[in-house]
């Protein structure tokens, strides 16, 4: 993306906060931009929609598996210390809601944005850094093809898709794996299992979480592939683009986390 607006030429000039701003308004700027272009069906020609399926295919598909399987052990893992300490202290009645709402509600979904993150988006916005230095993108205009939505925008989608993915996938299995972890493969306390879930997920509470793993997906997609293509701080290297969408990337999912524990707790 050749962005020459404003925030280019100051980022590159002025102090550090401004340089700061500047950064977070080329990344609002990059997010706002592919947001349209992901909605708009002129964006999805040959090039673009054979790109999409591979990417969603190599980021989502082999790590499904064993990522799954690491997520249903640390929920027997955490249900199990979480089922002594309430049994401990006299709390058991409350040992399956603990579980609900610290693991499947705040961990699960952090912890599988964390995951795409390091795993997929963050190398493709660094892979970006390389490709615009070996002139891939020239190449592609030269071509009469679009960059952006060759190259840019199914990375983006992709890692969208698997980060919404994992965490549907892991409270789905936290989910089940958390009654017989506590009960055993007894099914006289499902009615009140179900009920229990049900309080817990009630409209706000839901509509909230939903807007949670939404945004820590939009985080994770967008901030490293707008360091790649805008990396204008630092040397203009892989291992740079890379260490600021991390920063960036880390410190966004703490605020949107905190928001999400005040509008459900507060």
């Not at 793993?213 to 994770?220: G, K, N, P, Q, T």
Request: net charge positive.
């Amino acid at each position: 993306m050749h962005v020459t607006t404003w925030y280019r030429r100051v980022g590159r000039t002025s102090l550090a906060p401004v340089r700061w701003a500047a950064a977070w308004a080329r990344i609002t700027f990059f997010g706002s931009v592919m947001v349209v272009r992901a909605l708009s069906a002129r964006s999805y020609g040959p090039e673009t929609r054979h790109n999409l399926a591979r990417h969603v295919y190599l980021d989502t598909v082999p790590i499904l598996g064993w990522f799954t399987a690491l997520s249903a052990l640390f929920t027997l893992i955490i249900t199990r210390i979480v089922v002594v300490t309430s049994a401990r202290y006299g709390l058991s009645e409350y040992a399956l809601e603990m579980v609900i709402r610290v693991l499947v509600v705040e961990l699960i979904p952090l912890t599988a944005a964390l995951f795409v993150a390091l795993r997929c988006t963050i190398p493709s916005g660094a892979a970006l850094v390389e490709m615009r230095g070996a002139g891939h993108f020239g190449d592609l205009h030269r071509a009469r093809l679009d960059p952006i939505s060759v190259e840019v925008l199914p990375r983006l989608i992709a890692g969208i898709f698997c980060s919404i993915t994992l965490t549907a996938l892991s409270c789905v299995v936290a989910g089940v794996l958390a009654y017989p972890a506590v009960y055993g493969f007894n099914a006289a306390a499902l009615d009140g299992y179900f009920h229990m879930a049900g309080r817990v997920f009630d409209p706000l509470f839901t509509f909230i979480f939903v807007l949670k793993v939404v945004f820590f997906a939009l985080a994770v997609a967008v901030i490293p592939m707008a360091s790649g293509l805008n990396n204008i701080e630092g040397d203009g290297s892989r291992e740079s683009a890379a260490l600021q969408g991390l920063v960036r990337m880390f410190g966004v999912l703490l605020v949107l986390e905190a928001l999400a524990l005040v509008g459900n707790y507060l």
